[in-house]
């Protein structure tokens, strides 16, 4: 199916009749998000945020996933993996005339690959006994609180936030760390450089309890979070 819209997308993409080529689609750069490497994806969506296209309505991206039959964790994981290449690829000197603003709306237009795991129903929060972790590698992973509607995406040191009621929305891997505090007696803190202040002033904080397979908790803020894993995994 998902390869049969491909093709259909391909000749939508390209107007019989006319010489100017408008550039990939966002059904093009969605559909490659799901079959091509994350550097393919990336410079199709490089191509698609410079070609000045109308950005899609939440409700179209919903509609397409659902057509392509995308599983939600495993599509949110992929879309992660082709904004850090999509990331890399503007660090190298690639699309130097697209501005910030005009690349985080872009992502953000296609963020129900991500906003549609909130809807998963996670298990709410009790108290725990202490479990601290001591590596921030251990939260690499996809992380949600459907209570709060808070999902958090680590990955190689950096988190992606998507928390719609503070206006975050996964367009920037923000620089995270895990603060050891046990010398005050204080359980550890995840931090996410939400400012990019390079000194992780101001930070979105997380008081961690404990940490296990499958979530973590605090017992401080009365939070959990669950690890959402595909169910192909």
Not at 17 to 28: F, V, Y
Not at 68 to 81: L, N, Q, T
Request: charged share 25%.
């Amino acid at each position: 199916m998902a390869a049969m819209l491909m093709a259909v997308i391909s000749l939508l993409a390209v107007p019989q009749g006319q010489g100017t080529d408008p550039g990939p689609s966002w059904e093009t750069v969605a559909a490659q998000v799901l079959e091509e490497s994350p550097e393919t994806a990336a410079r199709t969506l490089l191509d698609w945020a410079r070609s000045g296209q109308t950005a899609p309505e939440e409700d179209a991206v919903l509609a397409l996933l659902e057509e392509m039959g995308a599983e939600p964790a495993a599509s949110a994981a992929a879309f992660d993996a082709v904004l850090d290449a999509a990331d890399s690829l503007r660090e190298a000197g690639e699309a130097p005339e697209l501005g910030e603003e005009t690349y985080r709306a872009v992502v953000r237009s296609l963020s129900p690959f991500f906003t549609r795991l909130l809807e998963t129903e996670t298990t709410p929060w009790r108290e725990e006994s202490s479990a601290w972790p001591a590596d921030l590698a251990a939260f690499d992973g996809i992380w949600c609180d459907s209570t709060l509607q808070e999902l958090l995406i680590f990955r190689n040191g950096t988190c992606r936030v998507v928390i719609p009621y503070l206006d975050y929305y996964g367009e920037t891997a923000f620089p995270a760390r895990l603060r050891d505090r046990s010398g005050m007696g204080w359980c550890p803190s995840l931090e996410i450089d939400i400012h990019k202040s390079g000194d992780f002033s101001g930070p979105l904080a997380y008081y961690i309890s404990g940490l296990a397979e499958d979530h973590f908790w605090c017992n401080t803020q009365g939070q959990r979070f669950d690890r959402l894993r595909s169910q192909e995994s």
